[in-house]
């Protein structure tokens, strides 16, 4: 069965220091994958998503990047982090075509 | 432009109450629908979710939702809420990004359920 790994779970950075959130799915090949960021008392917001490797789209201009350097590994990167990147960030995989996506279990980023 | 709102931010039921989540979408051709459940710290899991067909879905945990399209609907519900069921639920409408099916899920801002024994 397929599975979706994110870490780390927690991170407290501080201003201006750099990110690297890394997530990896198992037991399938060429999948979709998606980053997407909570914030409190919201629902998501679509960052990124990737149909191959090196292969980034963006949703929203930001603060942010991504890299897709293997088929079933997803980066979400920073220079510099900002106060505003402070948030729950998710990754989530599909297969492509008209099948739901599946998260993992979210990285809670903490900006001081 | 394609939104989901969940108008109820917090709903509390007693244990073994039934339970209505409403959800409204705004998409201009046939919607893909999902929803899905979070507890606390977690990602997020599907519940159920709506393609084409029957406009009654079933789901897991005793979770059904039903599509109306003239209501622009797509509400969730549970004939008798366990204590387990607490978290939040969020709706989301899938919107194709390109040819091949959906990929972008526009999601609700959440409804929080609480149960209380």
Redesign the interface.
């Known amino acids: 069965s397929q599975t979706i790994h994110q870490w780390p779970a927690t991170l407290v950075q501080p201003v201006g220091s750099p990110l690297s959130l890394e997530c990896t799915v198992e037991g399938t090949s060429n999948p979709n994958l998606y980053w997407y960021r909570q914030a409190a008392g919201r629902g998501l917001q679509l960052l990124f998503y990737s149909v191959g490797i090196g292969q980034i789209s963006s949703e929203v201009p930001q603060n942010l990047s991504a890299s897709r350097p293997q088929d079933r590994q997803f980066i979400l990167s920073s220079k510099k982090l900002l106060l505003s990147d402070s948030g729950f960030y998710l990754c989530a995989w599909s297969v492509s075509g008209n099948q739901p996506q599946h998260f993992g279990d979210g990285t809670r980023l903490s900006i001081l | 432009a394609q939104s989901?709102t969940q108008p109820d931010?917090h709903i509390t039921v007693s244990e073994g109450a039934s339970l209505e989540l409403r959800c409204n979408y705004s998409y201009g051709a046939t919607p893909?629908l999902?929803w899905?459940v979070q507890s606390p710290?977690?990602?997020?899991?599907?519940l159920l979710?709506y393609?084409s067909g029957d406009t009654l879905v079933q789901g897991i945990k005793g979770f059904e939702a039903e599509f109306k399209r003239s209501q622009s609907s797509f509400n969730l519900r549970k004939p008798s809420v366990h204590w387990s069921d607490a978290a939040e639920y969020?709706c989301a409408v899938?919107v194709p990004?390109?040819s091949?099916?959906?990929?972008?899920?526009i999601?609700?801002?959440?409804t929080r359920l609480a149960v209380h024994p």
Not at chain 2, 41 to 46: A, S, V
Not at chain 2, 107 to 110: H, I, L, Q, R, T
């Open positions: 989901v931010i893909y999902f899905y710290g977690q990602g997020l899991q599907l979710k393609f969020f899938g990004m390109f091949g099916g959906y990929n972008k899920l999601f609700g801002a959440g």
